[in-house]
């Protein structure tokens, strides 16, 4: 028992050993304390300037010999100071290892926040978000499903989004280009009617609107850096090839 505890405070296998065969005699020397343990003599110096070191064993020389001798047993106080600062110092600096590789490892990532918005009011709703975020819209649309399910607001719409300032650039499949009407700060391109997605997809700031037409209109919204970004880079590549 008392081997395994000096063993969890930071003595070695030697140190127990001349440490315990000190503590049996007032006092020894290192051909002795080798011949009693049987670790081998340059061992036991070896473990003697440890545990001096240590503060728990002391020597005087006589006749050219030293002769060593184990501190009161209050010493080991000491040890258990110094070991434990150890501990503590070794675990913050575990800790702060620990924090940076998890951050090099997994950078943190932007949250995704996702919605669903069904009917005229929900679309309306994202439509003037759309106004007010005052960013560059980019449309992948299929038809004008926008002006023939909103009509008057259609209009309204684009001429908020005019005097606003605000850049759109839209990508239709060729059958829409006679229906398509020229407005400021529009442009428009035209890609093969195989490529019309009846999915139509909006990208403007973070957000990226994927809407599903139909009586009762179905919009997903997604708020991510990252994808909008992936989405708007598929934009481009289209309409640098239109």
Known sequence: MLENNLGKIGFSPSEIKVYLNLLQRSNSYANKISVETGVNRTNVYEALDRLCAKGVVSFITRNKVKWYEAMPAESLTSVLGAKEAELQKTGESLLTDLKKLKKALSPPKEPL?????????????????????????????????????????????????????????????????????????????????EFANPTTTIIYGNATLLINWGKEPIVIKIENREIAKSHLNYFNLIWKSA
Do not use: C, N
Request: no cysteine; glycine share 6%; hydrophobic share 45%.
């Open 113 to 193: 926040e996702a919605g669903i918005f069904v009917g005229k009011k929900g679309f309306r709703m994202l439509f003037d978000e759309m106004l007010e975020a005052r960013k560059p819209i980019h449309f992948f649309a299929a038809e004008l499903q926008f002006k023939s399910l909103f009509g008057v607001y259609f209009e309204q719409w684009h001429k908020k989004r005019i005097e606003k300032g605000i850049m759109q650039k839209t990508i239709f499949p060729k059958k829409m280009k006679a229906q398509v009407k020229q407005r400021k700060l529009l442009k428009y391109k035209f890609v093969d009617d």
